[in-house]
């Protein structure tokens, strides 16, 4: 049975058994403890691939977004003593979305459509509820991947995989809209495809994987005007594999010092250090995690690492090095089926 009253709360969504494992987080052991298991209601089809979450920065609202038949989103409130989810709404997307995110005011879920080649934005009530008429929709932005805003609510970046770019907007936080800084976009390699990013806690800089190409770019953040100067290229795949990598998720410990990468062909997760002054990326190590390393995500305290495997079913928690940034596995826990997003709450 669970502390009734737990401080630190781990979400995790199991596309396939369309379900969000509620666990409870001992912040000096990274031992978790099952909740609950909370169904996500929309569809009677399994969530294509993926089902991405996101949390308002107030944690009171939490969102589950399903990738088949009308693409629902389900709004949640977050009980502030347990962890628990309480179900509000659900409420239609416009596409299948492979990424949300709320803005840093909580008043719209930001989401980009890889089937669909868009980003939307949607406002959220005043009662946490994703309403479903959008403020904007921006088409044809081949296979985007993922939508990002700075802790100024003032800059938006997004990924076309497709086009291989990365989108640079200003963003509206009263209208809820999107405007180009300029041409609006930076140029990868041909063929990297672009897919997850990262913001440093700093907000000079922004990191990115590539899906196709299993690298990861450093970026410098312009703070007057927010456009992106990249900064570095390094490669991420482990020695000796030579196939066709299919990079996934990417997230940097909270003081901003260690940046991770997941790769899904290896199963594994490639870490760097980040050097203070020029945000350059060295390599720490190539670390085993579980099969199919879709999602993962890093605890508050920059302690723990948390690493599911769509196609393993499990959960591993690792502890981090607080001087190196390698990685030392813990402890592994069943979770339900596809598991592929990790969200970690502070609930005090």
Same mark, same amino acid.
Request: proline share 8%; net charge negative; with cysteine.
């Given at each position: 049975?669970?502390?009734?009253?737990?401080?630190?709360?781990?979400? #995790?969504?199991?596309?396939?058994?369309?379900?969000?494992?509620?666990?409870?987080?001992?912040?000096?052991?990274?031992? /978790?403890?099952?909740?609950?298991?909370?169904? #996500?209601?929309?569809?009677?089809?399994?969530?294509?691939?993926?089902?991405?979450?996101?949390?308002?920065?107030?944690?009171?609202?939490?969102?589950?977004?399903?990738?088949?038949?009308?693409?629902?989103?389900?709004?949640?409130?977050?009980?502030?003593?347990?962890?628990? /989810?309480?179900?509000?709404?659900?409420?239609?997307?416009?596409?299948?979305?492979?990424?949300?995110?709320?803005?840093?005011?909580?008043?719209?879920?930001?989401?980009?459509?890889?089937?669909?080649?868009?980003?939307?934005?949607?406002?959220?009530?005043?009662?946490?509820? #994703?309403?479903?008429?959008?403020?904007?929709?921006?088409?044809?932005?081949?296979?985007?991947?993922?939508?990002?805003?700075?802790?100024?609510?003032?800059?938006?970046?997004?990924?076309?995989?497709?086009?291989?770019?990365?989108?640079?907007?200003?963003?509206?936080?009263?209208?809820?809209?999107?405007?180009?800084?300029?041409?609006?976009?930076?140029?990868?390699?041909?063929?990297?495809?672009?897919?997850?990013?990262?913001?440093?806690?700093?907000?000079?800089?922004?990191?990115?994987?590539?899906?196709?190409?299993?690298?990861?770019?450093?970026?410098?953040?312009?703070?007057?005007?927010?456009?992106?100067?990249?900064?570095?290229?390094?490669d991420a795949l482990?020695?000796?594999?030579?196939?066709?990598?299919?990079?996934?998720?990417?997230?940097?410990?909270?003081?901003?010092?260690?940046?991770?990468?997941?790769?899904?062909?290896?199963?594994?997760?490639?870490?760097?250090r980040i050097d203070?002054?020029?945000?350059?990326?060295?390599?720490?190590?190539?670390?085993?995690?579980?099969?199919?390393?879709?999602?993962?995500?890093?605890?508050?305290?920059?302690?723990?690492?948390?690493?599911?495997?769509?196609?393993?079913?499990?959960?591993?928690?690792?502890?981090?090095?607080?001087?190196?940034?390698?990685?030392?596995?813990?402890?592994?826990?069943?979770?339900?089926?596809?598991?592929?997003?990790?969200?970690?709450?502070?609930?005090?």
């Amino acid at each position: 049975m669970a502390e009734s009253t737990p401080d630190t709360v781990v979400y #995790v969504s199991n596309s396939a058994s369309k379900e969000i494992y509620v666990l409870a987080m001992n912040r000096d052991s990274g031992e /978790l403890t099952l909740i609950e298991k909370t169904p #996500v209601p929309g569809t009677d089809k399994p969530s294509a691939a993926s089902m991405p979450m996101a949390v308002t920065p107030d944690h009171r609202f939490l969102y589950a977004a399903l990738r088949s038949d009308t693409f629902p989103a389900s709004s949640f409130a977050i009980d502030r003593a347990s962890g628990r /989810l309480t179900h509000l709404a659900t409420t239609p997307l416009q596409d299948s979305m492979a990424y949300i995110i709320a803005d840093r005011s909580g008043r719209f879920l930001l989401a980009a459509s890889y089937p669909g080649n868009k980003l939307t934005i949607n406002p959220i009530s005043d009662n946490g509820i #994703v309403v479903e008429k959008t403020t904007q929709i921006v088409a044809d932005r081949p296979k985007s991947h993922c939508i990002l805003v700075d802790a100024a609510n003032k800059y938006v970046y997004a990924t076309s995989l497709g086009a291989d770019t990365v989108m640079e907007w200003k963003f509206d936080p009263t209208k809820g809209t999107l405007s180009p800084i300029g041409p609006g976009i930076i140029q990868t390699r041909p063929g990297a495809g672009p897919r997850h990013m990262a913001l440093h806690p700093s907000g000079r800089l922004l990191y990115l994987i590539t899906e196709t190409t299993d690298t990861i770019g450093a970026y410098a953040i312009d703070p007057v005007t927010g456009t992106l100067t990249e900064l570095q290229f390094v490669d991420a795949l482990p020695e000796g594999f030579k196939e066709q990598p299919a990079a996934a998720d990417l997230h940097m410990t909270p003081d901003g010092r260690f940046l991770y990468g997941s790769e899904r062909k290896t199963s594994t997760l490639a870490g760097y250090r980040i050097d203070p002054e020029k945000g350059t990326l060295s390599p720490i190590g190539h670390f085993p995690t579980e099969k199919t390393p879709r999602g993962f995500n890093i605890d508050p305290r920059g302690r723990f690492l948390l690493s599911v495997g769509l196609d393993s079913n499990a959960m591993t928690v690792y502890r981090i090095d607080p001087q190196s940034g390698g990685l030392s596995s813990l402890k592994q826990y069943p979770m339900g089926h596809q598991p592929n997003w990790i969200e970690i709450v502070d609930l005090r």
